[in-house]
């Protein structure tokens, strides 16, 4: 599929709901990330979440054999990363993407947090990879190219002085999770697709505090930086309105 989907108002509120149950599951999460508990406990109470709500799925669970509801990424671990037994411990920064299907249209959001007292090393990161989001956000609208956002991204990256994860981009979503465009974090004005009105595009800066570089881990599924550096993830689910955008999630 290389053509932007478009929505009618029946998907945009189907699309609206899934995007609220996915926020509310996002901060259910910020609200139980604590030193102690472990990334496979966050993917239960997430599942149970989203499936209280009647007519909503867990987006992930399946998609290409993924076995779980969240990705959760620590440290240096970019995305993709499985739940498991792993004990989050002060001083960590974890990422929980999810997404939630309802009526067979899809979601996708991150966060990044904090586990307790971080160094102010991951407090900037954090900080510049979720202003990068919001900026983009901001400039955001019908007629807008994908290298109008993607530049806004590195803009805000590097001039914070950290590092675009080039190998991971944003992409359009709807009716599958991963469909045209792809929206980079780097790039240049003026480049690309334009976003038409009621489209939907995932918007994720991926940053880390060392060298671009990416490497897989053993798993087959998580994602690291190459150089072992902290990276952060935030995400959001926007559908393109004539005179700005609507966050979904």
Not at 227 to 235: I, N, P, R, V
Request: proline share 4%.
């Amino acid at each position: 599929m290389s053509e932007f989907q478009i929505f009618s108002p029946k998907e945009m509120d189907s699309l609206r709901r899934a995007g609220k149950i996915l926020g509310e599951t996002l901060e259910l999460m910020g609200r139980l990330v604590a030193p102690g508990i472990t990334t496979k406990e966050l993917d239960r109470a997430a599942e149970e979440f989203i499936r209280s709500h009647e007519g909503a799925t867990p987006a992930f669970m399946g998609y290409h054999g993924y076995p779980a509801t969240l990705c959760t990424s620590v440290n240096e671990q970019c995305v993709h990363g499985l739940p498991g037994d792993y004990v989050l411990k002060e001083g960590d920064v974890v990422s929980t993407d999810c997404g939630v299907l309802v009526n067979d249209l899809y979601t996708d959001a991150c966060r990044t947090f904090g586990v307790g007292k971080i160094s102010k090393e991951a407090q900037g990161l954090l900080a510049v990879s979720s202003q990068a989001l919001e900026d983009a956000v901001a400039m955001i609208k019908a007629g807008v190219k994908v290298g109008d956002i993607s530049s806004t991204v590195q803009a805000t990256v590097e001039g914070a002085g950290l590092t675009i994860v080039s190998a991971l981009t944003g992409h359009g979503l709807g009716k599958t999770l991963h469909q045209f465009p792809d929206v980079p974090n780097y790039g240049e004005k003026g480049h690309g697709p334009k976003l038409p009105a009621h489209t939907l595009i995932a918007v994720e800066p991926i940053v880390c505090t060392g060298k671009d570089g990416i490497k897989e881990a053993d798993d087959n599924w998580t994602i690291n930086t190459k150089d072992g550096s902290l990276s952060a993830h935030f995400e959001h689910t926007l559908l393109i309105l004539e005179d700005g955008v609507e966050v979904i999630a």
